[in-house]
């Protein structure tokens, strides 16, 4: 539902990319049950001309405090609304912060371990001399590097949402990473073909570090366009569930979960 909204320009005029951006506040009453809410503007080119809500352009902001009011802030002029999901009057679920918490630390716990474990391999494949010239170590420590990488920013930043900037950095290098670690699965396919199909192939160093650059700069391509397209495209600053990651639909399934499947497509093909 709609809670409210302010006119603050009209079709007809457009006003966008604010220096400063425009700060509104709505009050919601303590006792409204609801799960969510978002500061939205209207679109009026959107639905075929038709217009609808979107949340492009502005940022949700709430105090800790139940009481305080909710806070909008958005880079352009148009009509104003905060929209709030009050479909949990209709299926209330039970939301318990012991239960958010134990799966918090179950998170925190698990992807500790698996840093611990991508450490320890990396430093194993580099100390062991007899491990470190083999051509397959040479894929694994670099496989093992983009695994680290993306772990590490996810459970640093996932969630820290209130810094614009820092946000949208986070979801950049988890999105790199992520592709980077696709990248030399792909890579690590072509190895084996080469060393159980192949046979008698030569790798030398020259090709190890061509397919170096393939696996780390290649990955740039669709992380770099949508960054340039629009920033407020990979992130969610709604409250309380927001995440810095991509949250438009079309640009995840276009520039992260395409080149992913692709990747994978590959590896069968490779395999088959």
């Given at each position: 539902i709609v809670l409210g909204a302010s006119v603050v320009a009209g079709n007809d005029i457009s006003f966008g990319n604010l220096s400063v951006p425009a700060r509104f506040s709505?009050?919601?009453s303590s006792n409204q049950n609801y799960s969510r809410y978002d500061c939205v503007?209207?679109?009026?080119?959107?639905?075929?001309?038709?217009?609808?809500?979107?949340?492009?352009?502005?940022?949700?902001?709430?105090?800790?405090?139940?009481?305080?009011?909710?806070?909008?802030?958005?880079?352009?002029?148009?009509?104003?609304?905060?929209?709030?999901?009050?479909?949990?009057?209709?299926?209330?679920?039970p939301q318990s912060a012991d239960i958010?918490?134990?799966l918090e630390t179950i998170t925190y716990i698990g992807v500790s371990l698996s840093l611990l474990g991508l450490a320890a391999t990396i430093a194993t494949l580099l100390l062991i001399k007899s491990q470190r010239q083999k051509d397959v170590s040479k894929y694994h420590i670099q496989?093992?590097?983009?695994?680290?990488?993306?772990?590490?920013?996810f459970v640093i930043g996932i969630d820290r949402t209130e810094h614009f900037g820092g946000c949208v950095t986070v979801s950049v290098l988890i999105h790199y990473f992520t592709l980077v670690a696709v990248m030399w699965m792909g890579a690590e396919a072509v190895l084996?073909?080469?060393?159980?199909?192949?046979v008698f192939v030569q790798i030398t160093t020259r090709f190890i570090v061509v397919i170096s650059l393939i696996c780390w700069v290649t990955p740039l391509i669709p992380v770099i366009i949508?960054?340039?397209?629009?920033?407020?495209?990979?992130?969610?600053?709604?409250?309380?569930?927001?995440?810095?990651?991509?949250?438009?639909?079309?640009?995840?399934?276009?520039?992260?979960?395409?080149?992913?499947?692709?990747?994978?497509?590959?590896?069968?093909?490779?395999?088959?």
């Open positions: 709505f009050t919601i503007s209207w679109n009026f080119n959107a639905a075929g001309g038709r217009g609808n809500w979107t949340t492009d352009g502005c940022i949700t902001k709430k105090d800790k405090i139940s009481t305080s009011p909710i806070e909008c802030q958005c880079s352009h002029l148009t009509n104003f609304a905060i929209l709030v999901d009050i479909s949990s009057r209709v299926n209330p679920k958010n918490r134990a496989l093992c590097c983009a695994l680290f990488g993306m772990l590490l920013v084996m073909f080469q060393k159980i199909v192949i949508p960054l340039a397209i629009d920033r407020n495209l990979l992130v969610k600053r709604s409250v309380p569930d927001g995440f810095c990651f991509i949250s438009n639909v079309t640009v995840f399934f276009a520039a992260f979960l395409g080149p992913i499947l692709l990747i994978l497509a590959f590896n069968t093909v490779v395999f088959i």
